[in-house]
């Protein structure tokens, strides 16, 4: 049997939830989105938060409410999924990247600080692979320059760093559901706030620009607005999930150290590192091959034990969109280039048995020895 990258965790809960919406005959709009958004906030300590459709269109509306649009500079990281940076792209904003930190793989702050211009509005950090980015750094940096920050947390619910959580610390902070994350609605996403005005705005953006808080007259438009709005199934579904975020982070958290354990030894591949004063909300499992010539060959070898892994991340700014763009090249960003051509992501899920861990990692050491 195929093991596959990854693999959401439905529990009878979950069944339980989705059916009593399909019951209610309420699918749209409904208590279930108002719950689940009750419940991140308080998750992620914020007052408010929204959810939407997808990761994609959390950043694209926060970007938005954020009153980013043409002529304005965001700062941002090229070694992530290519949405936190064609977001900055969406809004007609310039995407400015910055190298990241060789440490966390996170936006470097000192990198970023050095290309800030007059025409600098916000920063998009990206908590990438569940470990914070520097976030005292870029709050002050914030504070100093008058900039927005975005905080991209769709890897990261639950993460922490310091004094700071995942999504709590930005002016907005954007999560992402879709069923390879640690928590998942399906497809989903939302963005947390402490700001009743915004929020009110992508309520409103969120349900085709309708008044108030997107509650208006059904056919009354007061702005240009997307259907971005997260369905009720998926709701029930994500706070279903919340309920259990504890356990499910506590069970990914096991996983990654089994892992941990087994593949420590290997002299050819490094793993990533602690998050400094933090802790990892587990995402994916990722490995650095020291030789990066060698990742193909190891790919298709564990392919062919029925084993799935993935090349993440391209660097974004090697996209032919991203590159015409900004006017990027090759060579701008070393530490992005080294670690995007080294990495590959081992199979991990919520539910991954030790049989299962110990299976990939036998295949990965029989590969290097
Ligand atoms: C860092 C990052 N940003 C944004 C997204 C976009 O989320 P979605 O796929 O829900 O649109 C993802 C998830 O795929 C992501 O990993």
């Avoid at 699918?27 to 009750?38: S, W």
Wanted: include cysteine; glycine fraction near 8%.
């Amino acid at each position: 049997m195929r093991i596959p990258l990854s693999k959401p965790d439905i529990t009878d809960a979950e069944k339980t939830a989705v059916m009593r919406v399909l019951e209610s005959g309420r699918l749209a709009l409904g208590p279930e989105t108002e719950a689940f958004e009750k419940a991140l906030a308080g998750i992620t300590g914020r007052k408010l938060a929204i959810a939407v459709s997808s990761g994609t269109a959390a950043l694209h509306l926060s970007l938005i409410a954020a009153d980013i649009g043409k002529g304005d500079e965001v700062i941002t990281s090229p070694f992530s999924f290519v949405a936190s940076a064609n977001a900055i792209m969406y809004v007609g904003a310039r995407i400015v990247f910055a190298d990241i930190e060789e440490e966390t793989l996170c936006l470097d702050p000192a990198k970023a600080d050095s290309v800030i211009t007059e025409k600098t509005k916000a920063i998009l950090p990206v908590h990438i692979f569940g470990a914070l980015a520097d976030m005292d750094a870029f709050c002050s940096m914030a504070e100093k320059h008058s900039l927005k920050i975005i905080e991209d947390a769709c890897e990261a619910i639950g993460a922490t760093r310091g004094n700071h959580k995942a999504g709590g610390s930005g002016d907005f902070a954007v999560f992402g559901f879709y069923p390879n994350k640690q928590i998942t609605t399906g497809e989903g996403g939302a963005v947390v706030t402490d700001d009743p005005d915004a929020a009110v705005k992508i309520r409103s953006l969120r349900n085709q620009g309708r008044a108030g808080a997107g509650t208006g007259e059904m056919l009354e438009h007061v702005r240009l607005g997307y259907n971005y709005r997260i369905n009720e199934l998926s709701s029930a579904l994500g706070r279903a999930q919340l309920e259990r975020l504890n356990e499910i982070l506590e069970n990914r958290t096991r996983v990654a150290d089994l892992y941990s354990e087994r593949l420590r030894n290997l002299a050819d591949i490094r793993l990533l590192n602690p998050v400094p004063g933090g802790s990892r909300s587990w995402f994916v499992y990722v490995i650095m091959l020291k030789d990066p010539s060698r990742r193909e060959a190891l790919s298709s070898h564990l392919s062919r034990s029925e084993i799935d892994s993935r090349t993440y991340f391209p660097p974004i700014h090697f996209f032919d969109h991203i590159r015409n763009h900004g006017g990027f090249s090759k060579g701008q960003f070393p530490v992005t280039e080294r670690v995007a051509e080294s990495t590959l992501a081992l199979p991990f899920y919520t539910t991954m048995t030790d049989k299962e861990v110990d299976y990939v990692c036998d295949k990965v050491a029989a590969f290097l020895s």
